[in-house]
Each structure stands twice: as C-alpha cells, then as structure tokens.
C-alpha cells in the first residue's frame, strides 16, 4: 500500500495497492505501446539494486542497502520509482491479486498468450513452483488431456493437482532420465508441448528429448532427407 507519493507522481496515490516490479514500465516508448513486450526503453533492466537514479534509499544506521531487483520487497517500507509500480484494480481481491506479480503470470502468459495449447494436447512441465502452477492453470483451461509436473518435492503434488495437474513425476523415485519418464507416461510418444520452468540448463536437452519433436527429428536422421525437410519438421 503507498503510504506517500513524491511530487510528479500523477498515476498513484496514498492509499493504492500496487504490485512493484523490476522490469519498469513508462507506458509511452515504442516497446511498451506495442503490445509485445515489457522491456522498456526508459525503464532498461537493472541489477545494480539501485534505481534509475543512482542512489538507494534505503539504509541501516549509515551504510546503505540495495534494493534487489529494484523492488525492494524483503523490507516493510521502501521508495521505489513509480514507473516500478503497477496499481492494482480494486475490484480484485487481494488474495487472487497476489498470483498476478511476477512468478505464476510469466508461466500463464507463455501457455495462455504465447503458444496456444491446443485441446486434447499433452503438457510436460519442469518445475512445479509459481511458473510451472501457471503454465499448469493455462493448459487446463485451454483444455489439454495430460499435464505432468516434474519435481523433486513431493509436497507439489497436491498443489499441482490443485491447478490442473494429472500426472506427477519425482525424478529422485527413478534411475531414468527425465525424459524417458516422461515418455513412459505418454506410451512413448513423448508430449506436444514441453515447459522448463526451472532455469536449469541441463534441463533443457530434457525438455526436447521429452517432447515430439524429438522423435519426428530422429525419424527423418535415420534416412537421407533434405535440410528443408529436417527444418519442416523442428518446425
């Protein structure tokens, strides 16, 4: 909640609930009136934990404190540019606002608004933590007929079931590779669409040798074919 607002700041103020963010928005350059992507041009990605200005306004006694991720969000009070806070719709109960920042929309966006899953589709997802319960939450609604969470705590079982989830895989249970288990659960066809919400780049070689792809790329190396036609079928 904002407890004052500077002068200039003509959006927001005292009183609003609003979400702080680490990628900034100003709302008028070319990358934010697109519609595309979030990576403003006056607001560029910063980790320095300080904002845009240069300084922190934060500090214990004289020594200063960073603000991680230009948020700040580890502290109870914090100064942050207004173009790092998004207002939230009152309307929105703040209980189902808490999904909207950050982990569980990046999830749902890339499943809902980036790739179209379609029904009766099968979804692999590494990772059953905010990204993952999103990318979990957007393939069930769009319909998909398996969706497996990949995780190595058991305790995300029940909360991937809870969004959708059909199937669970703890990696740890088994000598196989990820995407062997992944095939044993599809009848050996692998999945159609594969999430790596994990960050781990081993994992991404998991992911396409889990999906279809996978297997269509196999086929078409064990005969003579075309570059053309190797490329059709990545594609």
């Not at 214990?60 to 991720?69: L, P, T």
């Not at 920042?101 to 790739?115: D, L, N, Q």
Request: with cysteine; glycine share 12%; proline share 3%.
């Amino acid at each position: 909640m904002i407890e004052s607002a500077g002068e200039g700041v003509t959006n927001l103020k005292e009183g609003d609930i609003v979400m702080p963010l680490y990628l900034g928005e100003c709302g008028e350059c070319l990358n934010c009136k697109s519609g595309k992507t979030n990576l403003c041009h006056k607001y560029p990605i910063n980790f320095t934990g300080l904002m845009p200005d240069g300084t922190s306004r934060m500090h214990i006694g004289h020594q200063k404190i960073y603000h991680h991720f230009s948020c700040g969000t580890w502290s109870e009070y914090v100064v942050i540019d207004a173009g790092f806070a998004f207002k939230v719709d009152p309307r929105v109960s703040l209980p189902h606002a808490s999904f909207l920042c950050c982990g569980f929309t990046r999830g749902y966006g890339s499943a809902w608004r980036e790739i179209t899953t379609e029904k009766g589709s099968t979804v692999a997802v590494i990772g059953v933590g905010a990204v993952g319960l999103g990318v979990i939450e957007a393939a069930r609604m769009q319909g998909a007929s398996k969706i497996i969470g990949i995780d190595i705590n058991d305790l995300k079982r029940k909360k991937g079931e809870a969004f959708g989830m059909t199937e669970f895989i703890n990696p740890k249970e088994s000598d196989k590779p990820v995407s062997e288990l992944i095939k044993d659960v599809t009848g050996g066809l692998g999945v159609d669409y594969y999430y790596e919400c994990t960050g781990v780049p081993a994992l991404l070689n998991e992911a396409i040798e889990g999906s279809k792809v996978e297997i269509q790329l196999d086929e078409l190396l064990t005969h003579e074919v075309s570059l053309d036609e190797i490329n059709k079928a990545w594609e």
